[in-house]
């Protein structure tokens, strides 16, 4: 098969590490893809939310097969996109379509849609600029902290939880008012804290059946300790040790087949990732949040845990025959540790050379922010590169990543010392 796997990111050049280990790929192009991925397959220099140039891409050289890796196309609409076209409609794409896309696309949606389905979750209510003195007055019906999530897209970091009252009302007032976040943030839901700890559920669904995939846990905040500003995440591991199996089937039974259910009782066509974000209140999972693609960088961790072929679950969920196949998982641990620009969330400066990357054993370095600029891999964005390792468990697959992390440099590099502090 020719695939054409869309993004730039660590998920991607996971996704595509993978996808290359089965029989059935034969070429992978990726759009636009990365200094990683332009050591494996053929990058593309189209973009992912260039529907019209990808149509042509895709007919030009005969792909067989479209996989989506991050959430902008989706919530765009690339699978109706395809779906509606003559020409392409015969080609599959691994992603959900607009509809179930708005999952992650409006936060409105997504607590509609558990509220509606009974699934366990943070009591909440939405506000837009007209309304931004009523959401003022809810906030002073809760407890502190305060959550406030923009509706829309804003890149992992349009979610604040705020101890103080007046601070919680003066942001509401940037996000609505101020547009702090533009677009994304015309509408703001807030939501009642859950005090727990946290991890991630990924399933790969063809609309009827489903897999739940390995658990990770990832680390959002840029400091020790998880302080500081939230990030895209600064690490992750797999599995996660407090999900034990009495609380997985919890999961399934309360998160995941009510999910699924929804999506077919509301005829949503799904085919592809749901990543459900969790809060372990006590010995219960409440869902914090959805998102329609996997996450970045639990992929960097999940993905090499799969010892199944993707090639093969991707062609199972296109033709609706998940439930037919078998997942196999590593039984080891995985754990990813994210180098970033330095000054990264706010300000930093890229084309940085990286440096050591021919030296690494027993890691796997998978580029996120990167691109080529002649022989040399440099910085590009501010996650740069991700380190994964395997271990017997998260600590020794983390003491491996560190190790590795020694060989590598680019200038100003950072990261953090502590992923898996608090397991």
Request: proline share 4%; with cysteine; aromatic share 8%.
């Amino acid at each position: 098969m020719n695939i054409l796997l869309l993004g730039s990111g660590g998920r991607e050049h996971a996704l595509a590490w993978k996808m290359l280990q089965s029989p059935l790929c034969n070429t992978l192009f990726v759009a636009p893809g990365n200094a990683g991925t332009a050591t494996i397959a053929q990058n593309i220099n189209i973009s992912p939310l260039d529907f019209e140039a990808i149509k042509s891409f895709v007919l030009e050289q005969a792909v067989n097969m479209v996989v989506v890796g991050p959430e902008d196309p989706l919530v765009k609409g690339i699978y109706d996109f395809f779906k509606n076209d003559a020409a392409l409609a015969a080609i599959p794409v691994i992603g959900p379509s607009q509809h179930g896309a708005e999952l992650e696309g409006s936060k409105e949606f997504a607590k509609k849609f558990l509220v509606k389905n009974n699934i366990p979750t943070a009591a909440y209510d939405s506000f837009t600029k007209e309304t931004v003195e009523q959401g003022c007055a809810f906030l002073e019906t809760l407890q502190a902290p305060y959550v406030l999530k923009a509706d829309g897209l804003a890149a992992g970091k349009g979610v604040l939880i705020l101890q103080d009252l007046a601070e919680a009302q003066q942001e509401l007032r940037n996000m609505l008012v101020g547009e702090k976040f533009g677009q994304a943030s015309t509408k703001v839901v807030i939501e009642e804290f859950l005090d727990g700890i946290e991890l991630s559920c990924f399933v790969l669904t063809d609309g009827k059946s489903y897999k739940v995939l390995p658990t990770a846990k990832d680390y959002k905040r840029i400091g020790e300790g998880d302080k500081g500003l939230n990030t895209g995440g600064m690490g992750a591991v797999s599995p996660v040790p407090f999900a034990d199996d009495a609380f997985m089937q919890k999961v399934e039974e309360r998160v995941v087949k009510p999910t699924i259910q929804g999506l077919i009782n509301d005829n949503i066509d799904y085919k592809g990732f749901v990543f459900i974000g969790l809060i372990k209140v006590g010995d219960d999972p409440f869902v914090i949040e959805y998102n329609v693609r996997m996450g970045d960088p639990e992929t960097e961790v999940v993905i090499p845990r799969l010892q199944s072929d993707l090639v093969e679950l991707f062609i199972a969920v296109a033709n609706q025959k998940l439930d037919e196949t078998v997942l196999s998982v590593n039984p080891k641990s995985a754990a990813t540790v994210m180098l970033v620009s330095g000054g990264y969330p706010e300000d930093y400066e890229k084309g940085k050379v990286i440096t050591g990357l021919n030296k690494v054993e027993g890691s796997i370095v998978f580029h996120a922010g990167t691109s080529v600029s002649g022989d040399d891999a440099v910085s590009a964005g501010g996650r740069v590169l991700a380190v994964t390792s395997y271990g017997h468990d998260y600590k020794e697959a983390i003491k491996k990543s560190y190790q590795n992390i020694a060989l590598l440099h680019f200038d100003k590099m950072y990261f953090r010392t502590d992923i898996g502090f608090d397991l």
